[in-house]
Structures are given as structure tokens and as C-alpha cells.
């Protein structure tokens, strides 16, 4: 198992490597964009009420408790 | 200086991010401070509370949050400071002369090199700050400064981390559960 984890690791860090950068940030960003906006939509969902901005200020709130660690 | 995870898709594996994280090199006065909250609302950039707080309470810390723009992304920002015995601080008074320039969707920015993206992530210690710099160390194997890194590694006393980074150990066995 050890062994596939590094295996694994390997070939998607070979990969990245044949991807141009710009395509990479590209995924990053869509990425980032995609969860948010999913969560955003459920949470308005739950609560209709709720504006992105306060949806967004809890998300934050709920993580830095969880986290709970300085960056 | 761009740090920590917005940095994945350039330096190790691309995921997702809750936050960016960045280092401001700035020395503190009213004259600066009034200067940096007027960059931040001419661009729109928005406090989590009140631009009184983020003045007062964060700059005081040293450790600023707001969000950003449109998708209100939150944007920690660390001012550097000269000296400290804080780890955190230490790595961003480490890496902030040997930043680099990249570009990120057209816009040109400065960021931390490589080494000192691994540094952090094995100072922060977590599980998945260990698979960013295992990330990096296996895509950047041929041309990373192992020299800086055993050293600053020692002096920040991550250097079993280092070592496990080396050995290429999987996170699981240096996190189990």
C-alpha cells in the first residue's frame, strides 16, 4: 500500500510536470471556484434568508474553529 | 509574496484552497497604514468586520484577514517582521529576500521559491501541508537546494519531517491515525 501511495504520487507529479503551468492554475482556480459555489447554493438553500457575504463570513468562522491554527 | 496553498498548482499537487495567504513587507506607521486600507478599498477588497478592526487588533498581531473582491476568498496577510522566535514569522523573514517572480492568469507576482514553500508546509505541520511538500520534493527532485533545505529545516526544527520528506515517506505513515 506504502509503496502505491508513492507510486500514485509520482505519476501525478510526472503529469503535472507535462502540463503547462498556466493550464494547471487554470484547474486550481476552477477548482476553488466550483466548491465554493456549491456551497454557497446549499447553504442559500437552507437558508434563504442568508446573504453570500454571511454564508461566505460562517464558512470562515466554522473553519478557523476547526483548524483552529494561525497562517 | 504569494505562500502556502494558492501556490499547489505551480509547486505540487492542484487542490482546492479556502484561503490565500500572502507576506507584506511593510513598516509600520499611521502614514503606511492609511496608505495600504486606501490600496484595499480602491480594489475593492473587503474587511470581515470593520476597516477599524482589521487596523487595530490585526495590525497589532501582525496578522491582517479580509476578503477579496468578488468571490470574497479569504486573504490572510502577514506583515514580515525583522526578528521573532515564532516560527511562523521566521519563515516569512527567510523567504521573503529569495522570492520569486511567476505569473498567475497574466498577473505577474511575487512568490516564495520552492524550498521555502516546503519549509512552511513542514513548519505548519499537518496532514495535508506533509503531501504538499512531499508533492513538491517528488516534482522538483533534480532541482531543488537540498543544502538550504537540511539547513533551515534543522534551525526551524522540522528536520524529521525533512527526513521523512527525503525518505519519501506517504503522509499516512508520518500521520498514522
Given at each position: ?71 | ?105 497574466e498577473i505577474e507576482c511575487w512568490a516564495q521559491t520552492k524550498e521555502d514553500f516546503i519549509l512552511a508546509k513542514l513548519v505548519y505541520g499537518g496532514y495535508q501541508d506533509y503531501k504538499d511538500a512531499l508533492a513538491c520534493y517528488i516534482r522538483y527532485t533534480d532541482s531543488l537546494d537540498k543544502e538550504y533545505l537540511s539547513h533551515n529545516a534543522r534551525n526551524l526544527g522540522v528536520e524529521e519531517y525533512w ?15
Amino acid at each position: 500500500m506504502t509503496a502505491r501511495v508513492i507510486d500514485d504520487l509520482k505519476l501525478k507529479m510526472a503529469i503535472a510536470n507535462r502540463t503547462p503551468l498556466d493550464k494547471l492554475v487554470g484547474i486550481f482556480f476552477e477548482m476553488c471556484d466550483i466548491g465554493r459555489e456549491l456551497y454557497v447554493q446549499a447553504e442559500r438553500e437552507k437558508f434563504p434568508n442568508k446573504s453570500r457575504k454571511e454564508i461566505i463570513l460562517d464558512y470562515y468562522r466554522m473553519q478557523s474553529q476547526l483548524s483552529n491554527r494561525r497562517r | 509574496m504569494l505562500v502556502g496553498g494558492v501556490l499547489t498548482p505551480i509547486y505540487a499537487e492542484v487542490r482546492q484552497t479556502q484561503d490565500f495567504d500572502c507576506v507584506i513587507d511593510l513598516s509600520i506607521t499611521d502614514v503606511t497604514l492609511a496608505k495600504l486600507q486606501k490600496v484595499f478599498i480602491k480594489h475593492k477588497f473587503q474587511p470581515f468586520t470593520t476597516w477599524k478592526e482589521v487596523f487595530t487588533s490585526g495590525v497589532m498581531s501582525g496578522f491582517i484577514t479580509i476578503l477579496s473582491p468578488i468571490e470574497q476568498f479569504k486573504v490572510d496577510i502577514n506583515i514580515r517582521k525583522e526578528s521573532s522566535e515564532n516560527p511562523f514569522e521566521q519563515l516569512a523573514y527567510l523567504a521573503f529576500p529569495r522570492r520569486i517572480r511567476i505569473k498567475m492568469r497574466e498577473i505577474e507576482c511575487w512568490a516564495q521559491t520552492k524550498e521555502d514553500f516546503i519549509l512552511a508546509k513542514l513548519v505548519y505541520g499537518g496532514y495535508q501541508d506533509y503531501k504538499d511538500a512531499l508533492a513538491c520534493y517528488i516534482r522538483y527532485t533534480d532541482s531543488l537546494d537540498k543544502e538550504y533545505l537540511s539547513h533551515n529545516a534543522r534551525n526551524l526544527g522540522v528536520e524529521e519531517y525533512w527526513q521523512a520528506v527525503l525518505a519519501q515517506q506517504p503522509v499516512d505513515s508520518v500521520f498514522p491515525e
